[in-house]
């Protein structure tokens, strides 16, 4: 059997609902730090290596501390190359 391929959209998401815990069915467009429940600093904590390990990337300080939502997620995941596709 083939490995699933996930999209980075899909790998990006996975990556939120298992480090905080979210379901599946959330509203990623409305996920943001210390307003989504789960996500608080602990959480963000998990949250960087599982992208990290997700993406085979490096977020420096500055991308971690900015990091407040799955949209500003997406970008920075962007910045290391990754395409998301419309």
């Known amino acids: 059997m083939g490995e699933r391929r ?3 959209e899909q790998k990006l998401k996975d990556a939120f ?3 905080l ?3 599946g069915d959330i509203d990623f467009s409305a996920v943001q730090y210390g ?3 789960g996500w608080d600093s602990v959480a963000h904590m998990q949250l960087v290596p599982a992208i990290e390990n997700s ?4 977020l420096n ?3 971690v ?7 500003k997620a997406k970008e920075i995941v962007r ?3 990754v395409v998301f596709t419309a």
Do not use: K, N, W
């Open 6 to 8: 996930l999209t980075p």
């Open 35 to 37: 307003v989504t429940d």
């Open 55 to 58: 993406f085979d990337i490096m």
């Open 65 to 71: 501390i900015s990091m407040s939502s799955f949209e």
């Open 21 to 23: 815990g979210l379901p």
């Open 61 to 63: 300080s500055d991308q």
């Open 17 to 19: 609902i298992q480090a």
């Open 79 to 81: 910045a290391h190359g």
